[in-house]
């Protein structure tokens, strides 16, 4: 390479130094990290908070009153003749369309999120991002061990290949967990403005309820999936780690 590319040596001795260092993190990730991980993660599956049996205790109270209903003698109280006139004439008959309550601020301020959740949802999201973190070096660390390309003897190189592909799977997936957690809060938030505006229909109040729920047993999927993938990942590159450090190499070298 140094024929046909020059390389700055300076730049060389500084990226050298970056793998080197790079090599030594992934390698103690594999070998220490995920295991300890993984007993945590099974430790906390274990702990009362994300094993609620009643479900009930994880609801929410949703401080909006329902207010008194207004009766009206007549269909058109409040608009006047011609409008009532005009309406009819446009619409070919009458139809009473519900417009719902105007909010323009809440009664009791503001409507606080279900905190039994966010303060699940504040101890499983760190665990995310530790994974997607750890994971992306792992695979900078696979992909620097993959050798130029060759004509044959390229069965080692396929196993790191397959490992990268791996460890972008669940990159991926730990990426997808993030974004569930911000569709929950956004969908309830659709909901809890609906009841604001029509307080009157319990199908909102009952949704909000579903939604808790339903993101509760999603907290502990994910728990478990973070385990199961910290879990399969060390498995895996422990045993193809001769492969993946020496590709076209039989004396490999082990993290043990």
Same mark, same amino acid.
């Given at each position: 390479?140094?024929?046909?590319?020059?390389?700055?040596?300076?730049?060389?001795?500084?990226?050298?130094?970056?793998?080197?260092?790079?090599?030594?993190?992934?390698?103690?990730?594999?070998?220490?990290?995920?295991?300890?991980?993984?007993?945590?993660?099974?430790?906390?599956?274990?702990?009362?908070?994300?094993?609620?049996?009643?479900?009930?205790?994880?609801?929410?109270?949703?401080?909006?009153?329902?207010?008194?209903?207004?009766?009206?003698?007549?269909?058109?109280?409040? %608009?006047? &003749?011609?409008? $009532? #006139?005009?309406?009819?004439? /446009? @619409?070919?008959?009458?139809?009473?369309?519900?417009?719902?309550? *105007?909010?323009?601020?809440?009664?009791?301020?503001?409507?606080?999120?279900?905190?039994?959740?966010?303060?699940?949802?504040?101890?499983?999201?760190?665990?995310?991002?530790?994974?997607?973190?750890?994971?992306?070096?792992?695979?900078?660390?696979?992909?620097?061990?993959?050798?130029?390309?060759?004509?044959?003897?390229?069965?080692?190189?396929?196993?790191?290949?397959?490992?990268?592909?791996?460890?972008?799977?669940?990159?991926?997936?730990?990426?997808?967990?993030?974004?569930?957690?911000?569709?929950?809060?956004?969908?309830?938030?659709? %909901?809890? &403005?609906?009841? $604001? #505006?029509?307080?009157?229909? /319990? @199908?909102?109040?009952?949704?909000?309820?579903?939604?808790?729920? *339903?993101?509760?047993?999603?907290?502990?999927?994910?728990?478990?999936?973070?385990?199961?993938?910290?879990?399969?990942?060390?498995?895996?590159?422990?045993?193809?780690?001769?492969?993946?450090?020496?590709?076209?190499?039989?004396?490999?070298?082990?993290?043990?």
């Amino acid at each position: 390479m140094s024929s046909l590319l020059k390389v700055d040596n300076e730049i060389k001795t500084k990226v050298d130094a970056f793998r080197e260092r790079i090599t030594a993190e992934a390698e103690n990730l594999v070998a220490n990290f995920f295991p300890k991980k993984l007993l945590e993660l099974d430790h906390f599956l274990k702990e009362p908070i994300i094993n609620i049996v009643e479900l009930k205790e994880i609801h929410s109270d949703i401080n909006l009153t329902v207010p008194d209903p207004i009766l009206l003698s007549n269909l058109h109280d409040g %608009l006047d &003749s011609q409008n $009532a #006139k005009k309406r009819k004439l /446009e @619409d070919g008959d009458v139809e009473d369309k519900v417009t719902g309550t *105007k909010v323009f601020v809440m009664p009791g301020g503001m409507m606080k999120s279900n905190g039994n959740l966010v303060d699940l949802i504040e101890k499983v999201k760190p665990e995310i991002r530790t994974l997607i973190e750890k994971c992306n070096t792992v695979k900078m660390w696979v992909q620097l061990l993959i050798p130029r390309i060759e004509d044959g003897n390229n069965f080692g190189v396929s196993i790191q290949e397959e490992t990268v592909a791996e460890l972008r799977t669940v990159e991926g997936e730990a990426a997808s967990y993030l974004d569930q957690i911000s569709r929950y809060y956004i969908t309830r938030a659709k %909901l809890v &403005s609906k009841i $604001a #505006k029509y307080p009157h229909v /319990e @199908d909102y109040r009952r949704t909000v309820t579903e939604i808790d729920e *339903k993101e509760y047993i999603s907290l502990k999927i994910i728990v478990s999936e973070l385990r199961n993938q910290y879990v399969a990942l060390h498995d895996m590159i422990l045993k193809n780690i001769e492969k993946i450090k020496r590709p076209r190499s039989s004396n490999a070298e082990a993290l043990y």
